[in-house]
T-cell receptor
């Protein structure tokens, strides 16, 4: 299966701490994206990193990609209670036009 | 800001009944996706449309599920008959056409409960 797997499955931290989530996948990708889902809602796109990129930043988010290890990480710095949500990585495989494979997600709880 | 619309937001039905979900993607988005998300898991692709054509329905249980996008705009996903195991969130998403660098925009989902 192409599907990515996030690690850890659940993470609980205090407000102000950093949160790191990891994603591993199995086959060659075109790009990898991270999405956020608040409880009972749809997913929201956070950041995209292409296969030829190694690191990308967006506000308090930092994403890294290691294609040799087929893994990515999402770092949220200075977390806030409002960051509490589930985070999913999605891979877009080479040659699969616009087809996304989602992982099982990391459930982040940021305690105020 | 343009959004993906879905209805209904919640649906409770009894097993063996028929249910239908509707999705209206962002205007101009050629690609439309239907996903099923079981609680605690990631979204699983059921069907992908490019305009009015199905480009991937390999994970769609075709004995009971059907999907259409007749004019290449809005779409309907139907389940008949519904089974207990169909209880899940059904998410619709859309993306613009072109190279597969584009993000997906998700609707709020339809939460289905089969009793």
């Amino acid at each position: 299966s192409q599907q990515g797997e996030e690690d850890p499955q659940a993470l609980s931290i205090q407000e102000g701490e950093n949160a790191t989530m990891n994603c591993s996948y199995k086959t060659s990708i075109n790009n990898l994206q991270w999405y956020r889902q608040n409880s009972g809602r749809g997913l929201v796109h956070l950041i995209l990193i292409r296969s030829n990129e190694r690191e990308k930043h967006s506000g308090r988010l930092r994403v890294t990609l290691d294609t040799s290890k087929k893994s990515s990480s999402l770092l949220i710095t200075a977390s806030r209670a409002a960051d509490t949500a589930s985070y999913f990585c999605a891979t877009v495989a080479r040659g699969n036009f616009n087809k996304f494979y989602f992982g099982s997600g990391t459930k982040l709880n940021v305690k105020p | 800001e343009a959004e993906v619309a879905q209805s209904p937001r919640y649906k409770i039905t009894e097993k063996s009944q028929a249910v239908a979900f509707w999705c209206d993607p962002i205007s101009g988005h050629a690609t439309l996706y239907w996903y099923r998300q079981i609680l605690g898991q990631g979204p699983e692709l059921l069907v992908q449309f490019q305009d009015e054509s199905v480009v991937d329905d390999s994970q769609l249980p075709k004995d009971r599920f059907s999907a259409e996008r007749l004019k290449g705009v809005d779409s309907t996903l139907k389940i008949q008959p519904a089974e207990l195991g169909d209880s899940a969130m059904y998410l619709c998403a859309s993306s613009s056409s072109g190279p597969s660098y584009n993000e997906q925009f998700f609707g709020p989902g339809t939460r289905l409960t089969v009793l």
